[in-house]
């Protein structure tokens, strides 16, 4: 039985080819096609959060989509991803649909979690994706358990675990690093380190470089260039051969940038238009991969059409959300516990 899962892990590799320099101009055509989503998505859900459609809490990841996509375009299909509350980028990284992401994201009945988990708090066990977690740290110890799962069932799989530089600092993450550590768990750590945890600057609330927080536990790491797709993938790729290997957890801190506010209500005024517009302007990832597309022959006009079919899919992702009714009252005793028979 053992061996059928082996076949068919290797049958289902992922669309694109795993080595950094293999990448031909339609392999990094469709990595291109699926950062843009992510951009564009985040963008048409912080228009909806300003018109009042999106309630509650709303985490932006546009600036970090080299990340998602780099990583995700390395996975086995066997491999469960889970993270934080900036997950909506994970949820299209993973494959699932634009169009229950944002009823989700709206409240309505349409969405992953029936218009009741919101922004936060979105699953789907079809594509692995064991959601996004409003308690800071919380990805961490229960992609600690998804490690320790896939290594009783022996599966081959493994477990991406996804944090913010804010996270690392609490306390179950040492906990988590250590029983991972112990056991040698199949679990890849990603410490998405954005400069900021919600306002305060790492150089204030984290000392160190946060992927040698494994170092005392034996756990390997490495910090990498998080607005380069090229070198997330090359690291993510040696860090999950190391994990499946046998060699237990490995951690990747991944220097990446926001540039929204900490959430939609944070303006965020505790950094310089200077600094946000070095970002955009010279390490944009997106704007990285186009230039590289470029550079192979791709033509100016495809990717723009390419962008604009990004737009359209959004659009309509949006105005599915809009057309979706809300949960009707009774659905409040619904979907809070699952009976054992």
């Given at each position: 039985?053992?061996?059928?899962?082996?076949?068919?892990?290797?049958?289902?590799?992922?669309?694109?080819?795993?080595?950094?320099?293999?990448?031909s101009l339609e392999d990094l055509h469709k990595l291109y096609r699926e950062m843009l989503l992510i951009r564009r998505?985040?963008?048409?859900?912080?228009?909806?959060?300003?018109?009042?459609?999106?309630?509650?809490?709303?985490?932006?990841?546009?600036?970090?989509?080299?990340?998602?996509?780099?990583?995700?375009?390395?996975?086995?299909?066997?491999?469960?991803?889970?993270?934080?509350?900036?997950?909506?980028?994970?949820?299209?990284?993973?494959?699932?649909?634009?169009?229950?992401?944002?009823?989700?994201?709206?409240?309505r009945i349409d969405g992953y979690s029936r218009g009741k988990g919101g922004s936060m708090h979105m699953f789907s066990?079809?594509?692995?994706?064991?959601?996004?977690?409003?308690?800071?740290?919380?990805?961490?110890?229960?992609?600690?358990?998804?490690?320790?799962?896939?290594?009783?069932?022996?599966?081959?799989?493994?477990?991406?675990?996804?944090?913010?530089?804010?996270?690392?600092?609490?306390?179950?993450?040492?906990?988590?690093?250590?029983?991972?550590?112990?056991?040698?768990?199949?679990?890849?750590?990603?410490?998405?380190?954005?400069?900021?945890?919600?306002?305060?600057?790492?150089?204030?609330?984290?000392?160190?470089?946060?992927?040698?927080?494994?170092?005392?536990?034996?756990?390997?790491?490495?910090?990498?260039?998080?607005?380069?797709?090229?070198?997330?993938?090359?690291?993510?790729?040696?860090?999950?051969?190391?994990?499946?290997?046998?060699?237990?957890?490995?951690?990747?801190?991944?220097?990446?940038?926001?540039?929204?506010?900490?959430?939609?209500?944070?303006?965020?005024?505790?950094?310089?238009?200077?600094?946000?517009?070095?970002?955009?302007?010279?390490?944009?990832?997106?704007?990285?991969?186009?230039?590289?597309?470029?550079?192979?022959?791709?033509?100016?006009?495809?990717?723009?059409?390419?962008?604009?079919?990004?737009?359209?899919?959004?659009?309509?992702?949006?105005?599915?959300?809009?057309?979706?009714?809300?949960?009707?009252?009774?659905?409040?005793?619904?979907?809070?516990?699952?009976?054992?028979?």
């Amino acid at each position: 039985m053992q061996i059928i899962k082996q076949i068919e892990s290797l049958l289902r590799r992922s669309r694109v080819p795993k080595q950094k320099n293999d990448l031909s101009l339609e392999d990094l055509h469709k990595l291109y096609r699926e950062m843009l989503l992510i951009r564009r998505f985040e963008e048409r859900a912080g228009q909806l959060y300003g018109m009042g459609l999106i309630g509650g809490f709303c985490h932006l990841y546009i600036g970090q989509e080299a990340v998602v996509t780099g990583i995700q375009s390395v996975q086995e299909p066997q491999d469960s991803v889970v993270t934080a509350y900036r997950d909506h980028g994970h949820m299209l990284a993973c494959g699932m649909d634009p169009k229950g992401v944002m009823a989700e994201l709206t409240g309505r009945i349409d969405g992953y979690s029936r218009g009741k988990g919101g922004s936060m708090h979105m699953f789907s066990r079809e594509k692995n994706f064991y959601g996004g977690h409003g308690i800071v740290g919380a990805s961490t110890s229960i992609g600690t358990g998804l490690g320790f799962a896939h290594k009783y069932n022996g599966d081959g799989g493994v477990a991406v675990a996804y944090m913010g530089d804010g996270a690392s600092n609490q306390g179950q993450v040492a906990e988590s690093y250590n029983m991972a550590a112990l056991w040698k768990l199949p679990v890849l750590y990603i410490v998405e380190n954005n400069r900021y945890g919600m306002g305060t600057s790492t150089e204030r609330h984290a000392a160190g470089d946060l992927y040698k927080r494994g170092v005392g536990y034996g756990i390997p790491g490495g910090q990498v260039d998080g607005m380069d797709l090229l070198a997330v993938r090359e690291a993510a790729q040696k860090a999950l051969d190391h994990i499946r290997a046998g060699n237990g957890p490995h951690i990747l801190e991944m220097m990446t940038y926001r540039y929204r506010g900490h959430s939609m209500s944070d303006p965020a005024k505790y950094r310089t238009k200077e600094e946000l517009a070095s970002y955009k302007d010279e390490k944009d990832p997106i704007d990285k991969v186009k230039s590289l597309l470029l550079e192979k022959g791709a033509n100016e006009e495809d990717l723009k059409a390419l962008d604009k079919d990004v737009k359209d899919i959004v659009a309509e992702a949006a105005q599915f959300a809009q057309d979706s009714p809300e949960p009707d009252p009774s659905e409040l005793w619904t979907d809070v516990l699952v009976g054992v028979e």
